[in-house]
């Protein structure tokens, strides 16, 4: 019997999670210049928190870059 995918430890740090932890959430008020040394840390601000888009391109957008690629080639010898 094999082990469900959400129950898997090696990516369960990797993905996207909705709650950060207190420490976090400070973090992120530190970078925003929002929490200063001293300030109470319980009833901290909201936090903005998406997740990151990246990975591969879709075929659509390869297909587009590599024709604006060939345009840009013709344009330079025929400009030239």
């Known amino acids: 019997m094999s082990i469900d995918r959400s129950l898997k430890i090696k990516g369960s ?19 925003e210049e929002r929490w200063a040394e001293g300030d109470p840390v319980t009833g901290l601000a909201k936090v903005a928190h998406r997740k990151g888009h990246s990975g591969k391109k879709g075929a659509k957008d390869e297909k587009a870059s590599a024709e604006g690629a060939v345009a840009e080639e013709t344009a330079e010898t025929t400009g030239s």
């Open 13 to 31: 740090l990797s993905r996207h999670r909705n709650v950060l932890s207190r420490a976090e959430r400070i973090e992120k008020l530190i970078e």
